[in-house]
């Protein structure tokens, strides 16, 4: 069985998600950054982490990959050109939603008070939003970021839309907010938010 470090309100939730779209069985290690058992696994004090047969693996998105990969399931097959696209769509989310939120928040409420820079947020919200546009065209009316399947970036990229939300960045309407609004229906993500709940 799988063990993933982390919790709700963290990159964790994205692993969740990933397991319960492919129906495996997970533990959850609830424990914080920073956290003792956190810091046991990675240096940096960062999480998830996923304990799978004595090993340990870091970072959310090498983690869903590697489940992916795996189970052979929300994925293309290395080697392909479809998955070198799925890739690009994934570093996408990382670059320009993932980086752009976190370097918000760290400007919020990570870094000392001296080291905070308000107006990183307003520049923050005009990268999101050039973001936004860029992934409403690549997205055109496809179901999915790769057409009809869905695959790795289209949780990161659900899971970052949720954070965007949580942090009072605007969230487009039209087809991009269908789209956000049907992968967050989905009952793996159901599911994987009402586990997570339990954790803080
Ligand atoms: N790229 C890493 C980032 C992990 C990360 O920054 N996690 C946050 C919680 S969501 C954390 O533990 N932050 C603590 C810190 O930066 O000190 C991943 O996707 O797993």
């Avoid at 983690?63 to 996408?92: C, P, V, W, Y």
């Avoid at 760290?106 to 860029?134: C, G, I, N, S």
């Avoid at 065209?137 to 949780?155: C, K, S, W, Y």
Wanted: glycine share 8%.
């Amino acid at each position: 069985m799988y063990q993933v470090i982390g919790t709700a309100r963290s990159r964790a939730m994205r692993v969740f998600w990933m397991l319960e779209e492919l129906e495996q069985e997970y533990e959850i290690l609830e424990a914080g950054p920073r956290s003792k058992l956190t810091a046991e696994v990675n240096p940096s004090g960062k999480v998830p982490a996923l304990i799978v047969e004595g090993k340990t693996l870091l970072d959310s998105v090498a983690i869903m990959q590697f489940l992916a990969d795996r189970h052979n399931a929300l994925t293309f097959k290395a080697g392909t050109f479809e998955r070198a696209e799925q890739d690009s769509f994934t570093q996408f989310a990382c670059d320009e939603m993932d980086g752009v939120l976190w370097h918000a928040g760290k400007h919020t409420f990570y870094y000392p008070e001296k080291l905070r820079v308000p107006q990183v947020m307003a520049a923050a919200k005009w990268d999101f939003a050039r973001a936004m546009t860029t992934l409403e065209a690549r997205l055109g009316d496809n179901e999915f970021v790769m057409g009809e399947q869905i695959t790795v970036p289209d949780l990161l990229i659900s899971h970052c839309a949720g954070w965007a939300l949580g942090s009072k960045f605007e969230l487009p309407k039209g087809k991009l907010g269908d789209y956000f609004k049907r992968l967050r229906a989905r009952p793996a993500m159901k599911r994987a938010l009402a586990r997570a709940s339990q954790t803080g």
